[in-house]
């Protein structure tokens, strides 16, 4: 087919993934007017528009629409192929990676990759960095990250999710706390108790909008910037946190604290790994991916 590369063919599913012709130019690392004048070539060869501008990105035409899923079978069957000629071996592979993760991701997931590492992937290292929520995105599309794993749900074009789980809340006290025993709280307990709340971009906004529906935004008297600094507070006090399920176990075993389930629910934290699209991705990244994911909806021991 002449003038029609592999290079249109990732430009045009990229496009029609992303929406956004500044997400795909990140992707592939190339201009903006790169990736226009790869539209424009699309356009000629197939005399339709393919994508329409809007409000929200980029809108398919229903030509674009028809050949989305051929293309993409065919990318993804080319690009195999070719990682299968360059492939990532883990078992081999020398290669370090960058991350970024929040405080609970440093302390509840990350022992997890790292203890499966060893076996997988020896030679594999990795640089962790403190989780910018509102610059992520930028970092990943510059490289400068592999990948990032955040609770709040980013709706950018410019970056892939991939879902690992949903985490629950629980209560968590000193373990000499002198009014709260058993192993769950009533409301009329928690009403009589002092809170504190985790402040900032962490996507864990579930247990302040609890208080609040529940009548209890007035009996906050902390409020934090990490989950990390909560179980120091907790086990000095009469304080009462409400944090998620997984790190709560960990502070149980480092910290004099307990955990008692809630007399109400609270909208899980849906935790994701964020990292390019499969078609922007390198062999080492692209298993990166498939470890993470791996590793991380493994139950963890009790």
Do not use: C
């Amino acid at each position: 087919m002449r003038d029609f590369d592999l290079n249109l063919v990732r430009t045009f599913v990229l496009l029609y993934e992303t929406r956004s012709v500044t997400a795909t130019a990140e992707a592939l690392h190339v201009t903006q007017p790169t990736i226009s004048y790869s539209l424009q070539k699309l356009r000629r060869r197939f005399s339709d528009e393919l994508f329409r501008r809007a409000k929200g990105g980029l809108v398919p035409t229903a030509t674009a629409r028809s050949l989305y899923e051929p293309l993409h079978a065919a990318l993804a069957g080319i690009e195999e192929a070719v990682s299968g000629a360059w492939p990532f071996d883990p078992a081999t592979a020398h290669a370090a990676f960058t991350l970024a993760l929040s405080d609970l991701g440093e302390v509840s997931l990350l022992p997890r990759l790292i203890a499966a590492l060893p076996a997988q992937a020896p030679g594999v290292t990795f640089t962790v960095r403190p989780l910018d929520v509102v610059n992520a995105p930028d970092l990943l599309g510059r490289g400068e990250v592999d990948a990032f794993i955040a609770s709040p749900l980013f709706s950018t074009p410019r970056v892939a999710r991939i879902p690992l789980f949903a985490e629950g809340y629980v209560a968590m006290v000193a373990a000499s706390h002198p009014r709260l025993r058993g192993d769950r709280a009533t409301l009329a307990e928690l009403a009589a108790e002092r809170h504190l709340t985790v402040y900032g971009p962490t996507g864990h906004e579930g247990p302040r909008r609890a208080l609040e529906a529940h009548g209890l935004g007035h009996r906050v008297v902390v409020e934090t910037t990490r989950f990390t600094s909560l179980p120091y507070l907790v086990q000095e006090d009469d304080l009462v946190a409400m944090v998620p399920r997984l790190v709560a176990r960990v502070f149980t075993a480092t910290h004099r604290v307990r955990l008692l389930d809630l007399p109400f629910d609270i909208e899980p934290a849906q935790v994701s790994i964020y990292a390019r699209h499969a078609h922007a991705r390198s062999p080492a990244q692209s298993w990166l991916v498939d470890f993470m994911t791996r590793a991380l909806t493994t139950e963890p021991p009790a």
